[in-house]
């Protein structure tokens, strides 16, 4: 036996010994996200379908409204719950 046949048989034994793989453990944890994120996109799309349509011009067209931050839009419901008015977003009491 050669000396290149030896040292490429010693290395070939050796690298199959150190070799390191995920193995089942990295199949779960990248299953487990995965699984993860389809629950959160799911539970996303749910949320953005709560949203209300835009609101429409008398024409029947979209209207240019400015979105209201969120502090506009908790001074606007309070002010409707005080004058008794419910308005979008207001929830029945």
Not at 40 to 57: A, E, G, N, V
């Amino acid at each position: 036996m050669s000396v290149t046949a030896a040292a490429a048989a010693l290395a070939a034994s050796q690298s199959t010994a150190n070799e390191v793989t995920p193995g089942v453990l990295g199949f779960l944890v990248v299953a487990g996200m995965g699984v993860a994120l389809y629950f959160l996109l799911k539970s996303m799309s749910k949320q953005l379908k709560k949203l209300p349509p835009p609101p429409l011009d008398e024409d029947g067209e979209l209207a240019d409204a400015k979105p209201l931050s969120p502090l506009q839009a908790a001074a606007m419901r309070r002010r409707a719950a005080r004058e008794g008015v419910s308005g979008p977003g207001s929830r029945p009491s």
